[in-house]
Structure formats: C-alpha cells, structure tokens
C-alpha cells in the first residue's frame, strides 16, 4: 500500500463522513419542518350530537368566543340550516346575500363570505336558509362527502382553531362536518333522554373514522346545562362514563338564564355576561381545550 492510496482512502472515508451527516441533517430539518407546519396550521373541531337541545350552538359559539379571547384567531363554521350559531352572533341570516351554502355549490369562496364578529379574533361563515337545500344537492355530487373538508383545507393556514357547528342530525351536512374536522366534541345534557343516540353517533364516527378519516378523534364529552341541585345529573355522570371512559372535560356548564338570554341579545354569553358562572365555564373548557393541545398558561380575558 503507497502513501498515494492511503491519502485517497482517507479522502474517501473523509467524503463519506461528511455525506452520512448531510443525510442526517436533511432528515433532521425535513422533521423539524414536519412538526412546524402540525403546529402552525389550525386545530379542526367539529361540535357534534344528533340530538336538538342539547347545548350544541351554545357551545360552538362560546368555545369559539372563548378561544378568541384568549388570543387565538378562529373561524366559526355554521354548517347548521337553522343559522342559531350565526344569528347568535349578531349576525341576521335573512339579511345575508352569501354563505356557506354559495360556497358548498361552488358559487363563491370561503374567504369571501367570511364575516366579522364582536370578538376581535373571532369571524364566522354564516348560515343562511338556502343550507337547508344542501341536504338534498349534495347527494347528487361526486365526492359530496368531502366538500366542506376542500372548503377548510384553503382556509386553516389563517387561523389557529376553526370549530365547526354541525346540524341535529346524522345527515349528509353532519357528515360534511365529521370529515372535515380532526377532532370531535360531543355536548351532552345533563338529562336521561339525551343520553339516547350516542350509540348511534359513536358508529357513526367510528364508520367514517375506519373508511374516510383515519386520524379523525374524539376529545370528548362536555356536560351542559348542569344543575347541581338535582341528583339526576350526578347520575348522568355515571352513565356517561360508560360511553366515554377518561373523556369527559372537567369543565362543567351550568343551566342559566343569562346563558340562554344571551343568543336573543346576538351576544355570546363572554360578551352579555362576562363576570357570570357560564362565561368563566365556557372559559375553563377554552383553557382545557387549549392545554389539551399543549398550549399551557393561556389567559381568558
């Protein structure tokens, strides 16, 4: 072996060092990038239950409002014909020309008919009665399933939590609902009859989680219209346990008049009643929500 060919196996050696670290680095940034764009894109809930009545809107609403005050810019989706989650923000369907539906039937685009609310960092896509035909056009379309889901998809990049309002039922606009989001919140009443259903709505979930939307999660269940006077809604706790083991929030909203006054008023009840038992409930689950997707020591203004 010559000086000459040891100099060219060290350079060699020297070369393949250096292609070995290159490799390394260009996994390491490709996974940094990986986790920078999960993180700066936005979290996708959709508040979901079949049953009317139950807090749904209420809770879409005021979770939205809650997120925007502490910080966060979302965008509320009111995929619900009945228009409560937009009328409930000061916002008359009647009065509107575009909505969701216009852009579920390819006649306008979301950032389009996106509106403003009271909440500084808080907009909504509105409702208006034409959503109601919907559930019968969007059958007939290919890929009707996924439409709402392109909607959002041009929308995330714009806000850090999008909360989508789904209607009272296990129809095709629901459905729209459960494959656009990643993530499900289930409101539950603290009552017997509402308990009826879940079972159906789980199946429902687990049906499109297993052929549409592998990554699709449920967060959980949060109680509404909490009475602790009556002992029938420490029992629905139990019951719900059942359904949801290690998936209830922590975060309880009570039954009160200010809670249900505040929608007439087109105010969330953050705005209407802010120092109220409801306001610092809705809160709390902001809190919870945020923790939960590792945003800790976030204020609620």
């Known amino acids: 072996m010559t000086l000459r060919s040891l100099d060219f196996e060290s ?64 965008l509320l989706i009111d995929l619900d014909p009945q228009g409560n989650a ?59 399933e996924s439409k709402l889901s392109d909607i959002v998809s041009e929308l995330r990049h714009a806000y850090d939590y999008i909360v989508i309002d789904c209607p009272p039922s296990l129809g095709i ?16 009443q603290a009552e017997y009859y509402a308990l009826e259903g879940l079972g159906q709505l789980l199946k429902t979930i687990e049906l499109v989680k297993g052929q549409i939307k592998p990554n699709l999660e449920i967060l959980g269940a949060v109680i509404t219209m909490f009475d602790g006077r009556n002992r029938l809604s420490g029992e629905i706790l139990q019951e719900l346990y059942k359904f949801f083991p290690d998936k209830i929030f922590r975060s309880v909203i009570p039954r009160t ?23 610092k409930a809705y809160g709390r689950l902001a809190k919870e929500l945020l923790s939960f997707f590792g945003e800790k020591n976030i204020e609620i203004e």
């Open 11 to 74: 350079s060699a050696s020297t070369s393949s060092a250096i292609a070995a670290n290159i490799h390394k680095l260009y996994y390491f940034f490709a996974t940094l990038s990986t986790i920078w764009y999960n993180m700066a894109m936005s979290k996708i809930i959709s508040i979901v239950n079949q049953k009317g009545g139950v807090g749904k809107t209420t809770t879409a609403v005021n979770l939205a409002a809650a997120l925007s005050e502490a910080g966060k810019f979302v």
């Open 173 to 188: 606009l629901t459905l729209n609902g459960l494959v656009a989001a990643e993530h499900i919140l289930i409101p539950v």
């Open 86 to 144: 937009t009328s409930g923000l000061g916002i008359k369907p009647d009065e509107l020309q575009h909505g969701l539906y216009n852009v579920l039937m390819g006649q306008a685009r979301g950032h389009d008919v996106v509106l403003n609310t009271a909440h500084a960092g808080l907009r909504v896509m509105p409702a208006t009665a034409d959503l109601a035909g919907a559930n019968v056009e969007l059958v007939s379309m290919e890929g009707r």
């Open 257 to 279: 008049v200010r809670l249900a006054e505040a929608p007439s008023f087109g105010k969330s009840v953050i705005h209407y009643e802010p120092n109220g038992k409801a306001a």
